[in-house]
């Protein structure tokens, strides 16, 4: 059996909610799906993502000098696939290569489940078959109140909801913790608030502030101070008894690494897209347990549900408010969080269906791109 074609499109569309954090606004998520086609006629779908800006770059960057890399080989093999890969766009850095070497490893991973007929999460470990989730929004609108943030959350636990995630970051520290105290006022002594800053903080704020935060019981902090600043991390751990998630920034299990030798993480948020695909998330899964730390990976739901469901040291799903495939309307099946539980799909491979039609209304253009991109960082 061998890898007979491989073709790739890249789509834009905006979150189906307004999304603005501490450091960004965003305009558009950028999908980038890959097909890579067996000589045995069966087809995986990959998938990887941006923010805002890149989809096309890595388009082209799959198209123009990956595909052809893998043209022939087993896709049974999908190590020496990813290494090869890899070693062969290493000199680019870490970012871009990653995320294309993502999208064609989850479609080899599709191809291996849809090969054997099992589910992606059997295939990864078949660690349990459903797990918890939280709902995550990213809504720091300048013009947003505490009033419609405590109407969305009574709306999540309405859908069974009782871990909710929330931007923070506002000028004035106050308003975040009356924020936070509200939110906390709703769920109740069985609910948990969980944070996120998006590095927002510089190292020295992080543990001033990260101070004040303390006595609020909250689940944890989400990236606090800028992704690479180990030390900074390590020096706010010691500092405060709220646990550090961070992740979603970081592009290699070295770097992951890094983190985990300085005790400077709790929660690993690796992200699949990020991180060059199931192949490498599956060795920072491990590695985090083998350091004792539990893992909740950022975004990309409904890969995110089998990954968790295949390692045993999983802690919980992320459920992004406007940005789940079925949200945006791009799933021929939806796959959804009921009251509070993620389950996976039981098709073979990790069960994205796309809807094509619904695809095609979003492919990009670039040149319509050129003429109208703004960007969102503040």
Known sequence: MKISNIQSNVYRLPPSVPWEDATNKVDGLEFIVVEVQADNGMTGIGLSYTVDIGGTAIRTLID?????????????????????????????????????????????????GKIHGQPLYKLLGGARDRIPAYISEIDLRSGGTTEQLTDRVKDYIRQGYDTVKIKIGKPELEEDIERISKVQELLGPGGTVLVDLNQKWSAAEAIQKGARLDRLNLGWIEEPTLMHDVQGHRQLKQAIRTPIALGESLYSRQQFLEYLRADAVDIVQADVAFVGGITEWLKIAHLANAFGKPVAPHFMMELSLHLLCGVQNSFMLENVVGGSLTELGLLETPIEVKNGMG??????????????????KHLLDPAKLRDSFAGGSK
């Open 64 to 112: 123009d000098y990956l595909a052809n890399l893998v043209l022939g080989m087993n896709p049974l093999d999908y190590e020496r696939i990813w290494n090869k890969l890899q070693r062969q766009s290493r000199r680019l850095g870490l970012g871009v290569n990653s995320m294309a070497i993502a999208a064609i490893d989850v479609a080899v991973w599709d191809l291996i």
């Open 343 to 360: 389950v996976p799909s039981e098709l073979p491979g990790h069960g994205i269906v796309f809807d094509r039609e619904a695809l095609r």
